[in-house]
């Protein structure tokens, strides 16, 4: 499809396990975003990707969490030693242009359950 | 610290009338502000936005307020249709240095009602 594209779509792990998850924006895009929305919880911001400038990591909850951006298309966000409280749905944006300038589209996620 | 507040965690209205959903921040470095909509297993979608030098800003059936000295914007639907029931979340941006970050409120969840 012409849309992001996000997997796995649900992912249950264990305390402590690795995961990692996978965000394939829309073609052309250059910038991708992250964030998470735990229950009952807006949409928190995790980390942005600009073309080839360093990313704005501010967002990122602690050190066990890192996302990386392979030529300038697919971007995976992983999550060392998972705790219960990373349990959330981590949506995944892209843009053309800033969002200032143009649309932020969201995949649909993807819900992480740690047990 | 919750810079952006949706205090309304729900709103019903009924179809044909108008939905008023209200969105308050505090930090004065936000100088654009968004409204998205999301439906259940989707990611949310852009609906409408609104720059600081304004105050009004209209799509269709969508209107933005803008009250900068108040900290407050409301989003306006007219008329409500059974279609635009959704979690409908405001969100701000600062620019600079905080570009690509976008803070969230909590979301409000509009029921429309035949």
């Known amino acids: 499809g012409a849309g992001v594209s996000q997997s796995p779509s649900n992912k249950v792990t264990e305390k402590g396990k690795d995961v990692e998850l996978r965000c394939d924006p829309i073609?052309?895009?250059?910038?991708l975003y992250w964030y998470r929305q735990s229950l009952g919880q807006g949409l928190e911001f995790l980390i942005y990707?600009?073309?080839?400038?360093?990313?704005?990591k501010s967002g990122l909850p602690s050190d066990r969490f890192s996302a990386e951006r392979t030529g300038g298309s697919v971007s995976t966000l992983t999550i060392q030693r998972t705790q219960q409280e990373d349990s959330a749905v981590y949506l995944c944006a892209s843009s053309l242009r800033g969002l200032r300038t143009g649309e932020l589209f969201f995949g649909e996620g993807s819900r992480l359950t740690v047990l | 610290d919750q810079q952006v507040k949706q205090n309304s965690p729900s709103l019903s209205v009924q179809e044909g009338r108008i939905s008023i959903l209200n969105c308050d921040y505090t930090n004065s470095m936000f100088d654009y502000f968004l409204w998205y909509k999301k439906y259940p297993a989707e990611g949310p979608t852009f609906l409408i936005s609104?720059?600081?030098?304004?105050d009004k800003n209209e799509d269709g059936r969508f209107t933005v307020f803008l009250n900068k000295s108040a900290k407050h914007l409301s989003l306006h639907i007219v008329p409500s249709q059974p279609g635009d029931s959704a979690v409908y979340f405001c969100?701000?941006?600062?620019?600079?240095?905080?570009?690509?970050?976008?803070?969230f409120g909590q979301g409000t969840i509009l029921t429309v009602h035949p």
């Open positions: 609104i720059s600081s030098i304004k």
């Open positions: 969100a701000a941006n600062a620019g600079g240095t905080s570009y690509g970050k976008l803070t």
């Open positions: 990707f600009q073309g080839n400038s360093a990313p704005d």
């Open positions: 073609s052309g895009h250059t910038a």
